[in-house]
């Protein structure tokens, strides 16, 4: 059966999704390390440190589901929803900060995009160009001029996504512990 882009949406995480949400990025942890791209190592997202940084990300807001819906097979006529997929919106995150304050003049004028999932089984449904859109929707909710995003260096298989396919601008690694690529666009969204 196919499947048409009106069913799919956003909303944000609920506290009581936490274990959810970090099911997702450990199954997409597990994929990336058994396809070898590198960029997020099993187990690192149920470690105590992390698991609180995305409870408190959720708590404020800034965690969303992608949501797949289905027409309602139940007598109260709710549409029945699938999570597919999750990413996070930060705009004062001193990571992101850290990150960004050796290139850019105003490191705040940016909504940050990051952990951005969709499950395998729905790929292929310009998921990630409609996630990158919200996300300038709501960094231009939020005064932001900018998108901005990383991933690990080397990762090349993400890095040519974001620059040749979803229109980001690549700027220098950063070279720290482990070298993170940096890619901006400007927003282009106009709220309806």
């Not at 996070?88 to 290139?103: S, V």
């Not at 940050?112 to 409609?130: A, D, I, Q, S, T």
């Not at 620059?163 to 950063?174: C, I, L, P, S, T």
């Amino acid at each position: 059966m196919a499947i048409s882009a009106e069913q799919f949406s956003f909303r944000q995480a609920k506290p009581d999704e936490l274990d959810i949400f970090i099911d997702i990025l450990e199954r997409a942890a597990l994929w990336m390390e058994a396809n070898k791209l590198n960029q997020w190592i099993p187990g690192s997202f149920v470690a105590p440190k992390t698991r609180a940084h995305i409870e408190n990300t959720i708590s404020i807001g800034n965690a969303y589901f992608i949501i797949k819906s289905s027409p309602a097979t139940t007598s109260d006529n709710k549409d029945d929803e699938t999570i597919i997929g999750t990413f996070t919106l930060n705009y004062t995150d001193p990571f992101d900060q850290m990150l960004w304050t050796d290139l850019v003049e105003d490191w705040s004028d940016a909504v940050y995009l990051h952990r951005l999932v969709v499950e395998r089984e729905y790929k292929g449904y310009g998921l990630g160009p409609k996630a990158l859109h919200f996300a300038e929707l709501e960094g231009l909710k939020r005064g932001k001029h900018y998108l901005r995003l990383d991933c690990m260096a080397d990762n090349k298989l993400l890095k040519a996504y974001y620059r040749e396919k979803a229109g980001f601008k690549e700027f220098d690694d950063y070279p720290g512990e482990r070298l993170f690529g940096r890619f901006e666009r400007p927003i282009t969204a106009t709220l309806p």
